[in-house]
């Protein structure tokens, strides 16, 4: 037994020898066989070169070489890949930036941004591109973002990688370098949305009430699926529970999103109606070319536009008074020239303006065009305020709903604090009287016939900030110019206001369920029954004349 194990001894020792020299052997080998192209570091020149090679591989590499690289090109090219912009030179295979041109396209080198002039299409070819080098472009772009200096840039890529499984390993390193709590907050809502997929359903449960105060759609789509399918049943219940939290809080903010669509209908309402109005109230006329006027504003509004094409963030301010003054003119032209013969035959009048609106219709359709034009939206104006991922306020309206208010005050401190506000007053509650104490009644006619007409026109600013413009716009807002004014009362400026909002509203919460067209038709039978049991409306005008 002590011989065998002395044999077996000599042939290991034997052996070792031969083990050790194959083991050498290896690492020799190993030294001297070249490693693959993009294994070692590369820089961003060469990275860029290896561009237009035909390797998806290669060019796989070389994105990644360029995304880790650190260098300041190289947001900008990646970007420029994603979008098609970036094209190799046939002669030389230099990578180059392209955009087309009348004559072929427009060329600067992607190294230094120098401009390389023009070239046929024939003399450079776009870097082609797969699915998996776009995904892995996306994904090279959202990881350069979270690292970026501005907290909404890093929000807005979490947000970009938030359900994405592959992103969960970057999100959970970026947590601890995060100082800023709102991007920390969306970093806490992925990393629980991946700890949706855990094998534990403790961590599954600790997910769950993470992502129960979240509103963001891909919380919601990923908990109703886990309340019908995950295997365990404490999981299963505590992902209703949360999703019955979810669908109530986007519930409230679905009702107050419906409240600012119709605060926003209103302050529209308000605006078209405040002019009708004034001149309704105060000198009786019934004037159907009212929407015409608004239309004549919003009109003012292209022109401007179109002479300041440069300038269209301020050409609204300046749109602003001159469709005031466009459709003042045009007001004091129609009461000097037509309704000043009328007063006191309400049917001739209404007869009379609906004559006129028909020709500024068709002298608008002459002089600009017969179709829709375009009124372009100002940068400021555009997009929305996100109060939480199921509320969001377009800027637009938001902006119109402020303008309305400020128009109102307007009006109301130039009828109660200016002399013409006083005489149109005077006017309005009684007429003999006034003219009696040595007051103009016919230039007050012309005068208030003129502010009604200029803020119509304010109001058609507002509008082509909304709808089409086109010679009939103002048709669509005649009738409920009326009904917001006999609504609200006759000639008061408070009962226009809380009338056009009041109307806004209910409109807006009844169209879900009744139809848009219904839904004007129930408010229409309303106003008509309230009517009855007020005839002057919410506000009544006072005076001895009034009768």
């Not at 006129?356 to 929305?384: D, F, H, Y």
């Not at 009338?499 to 008509?528: C, D, Q, R, S, Y």
Request: aromatic share 8%; hydrophobic share 50%.
């Amino acid at each position: 037994m002590f011989r065998g194990y002395l044999s077996m001894r000599a042939v290991a020792l034997g052996r070792g020898p031969l083990v050790a020299a194959g083991f050498l052997c290896v690492l020799i080998l190993a030294t001297l066989v070249p490693r693959p192209a993009g294994a070692r570091t590369i820089g961003y020149e060469e990275a860029l070169g290896r561009l237009s090679d035909r390797s998806f591989r290669v060019k796989a590499a070389a994105i990644e070489a360029i995304a880790t690289g650190g260098d300041e090109r190289a947001r900008s090219l990646l970007e420029g890949l994603l979008k098609g912009e970036v094209f190799y030179r046939k002669s030389d295979r230099r990578i180059l930036y392209a955009r087309k041109s009348q004559t072929g396209y427009r060329i600067r080198d992607a190294s230094n941004g120098a401009d390389l002039g023009e070239v046929g299409k024939r003399e450079i070819k776009k870097v082609g591109l797969n699915n998996r080098l776009r995904r892995q472009l996306r994904g090279a772009l959202a990881g350069m973002a979270l690292n970026d200096p501005d907290p909404r840039v890093r929000r807005a890529a979490v947000r970009e990688m938030m359900g994405d499984g592959k992103a969960a390993v970057r999100l959970r390193a970026r947590l601890p370098l995060e100082q800023d709590e709102g991007v920390r907050a969306d970093l806490g809502l992925a990393i629980a949305l991946d700890d949706l997929h855990a094998a534990t359903a403790n961590t599954r449960l600790a997910a769950i009430a993470t992502l129960g105060a979240s509103l963001e759609p891909e919380v919601h789509n990923r908990l109703a699926a886990m309340a019908e399918a995950d295997p365990d049943p404490a999981v299963t219940a505590a992902a209703r529970a949360a999703l019955f939290g979810i669908e109530l809080r986007r519930t409230l903010n679905a009702w107050a999103e419906t409240l600012f669509f119709g605060l926003s209908l209103g302050s529209v309402l308000v605006l078209a109606a405040i002019g009708l109005a004034i001149t309704f109230g105060v000198m009786g006329v019934i004037n159907m070319a009212h929407g015409e006027l608004v239309m004549l504003g919003a009109y003012t509004t292209y022109l401007v536009q179109q002479a300041m094409p440069d300038a269209i963030g301020y050409s609204l301010l300046v749109a602003v008074p001159a469709a005031f003054v466009v459709s003042g003119l045009f007001g004091v032209a129609i009461e000097r020239l037509v309704i000043r013969f009328l007063y006191g035959r309400p049917l001739e009048t209404l007869l009379a303006t609906f004559g006129i609106s028909l020709m500024l219709q068709q002298l608008v359709r002459t002089t600009i065009s017969a179709q829709n034009v375009a009124v372009e939206n100002p940068a400021w104006m555009s997009g929305s305020l996100r109060i939480n991922p199921a509320l969001a306020l377009t800027y637009n309206r938001l902006y119109i709903f402020l303008f309305a208010i400020l128009v109102f005050l307007g009006l109301l401190l130039i009828l109660k604090r200016t002399t013409l506000g006083l005489q149109v007053r005077a006017v309005s509650q009684n007429r003999a009287m006034a003219r009696a104490m040595g007051i103009r009644s016919a230039r007050v006619d012309m005068l208030t016939f003129g502010l009604g007409a200029g803020t119509a026109g304010v109001a058609g600013v507002a509008l082509s900030q909304l709808t089409n413009v086109g010679p009939n716009m103002g048709q669509a807002y005649i009738i409920d110019s009326f009904m917001v004014v006999v609504f609200g009362g006759v000639g008061n400026l408070w009962g226009t206001f809380i009338g056009g909002l009041t109307l806004g509203i209910a409109n807006k919460f009844m169209e879900p369920w009744a139809g848009a067209v219904l839904a004007k038709i129930l408010v229409l039978i309303f106003i008509i029954l309230f009517i009855q049991r007020r005839p002057r409306g919410l506000f009544p005008q006072r005076g001895r004349a009034v009768e």
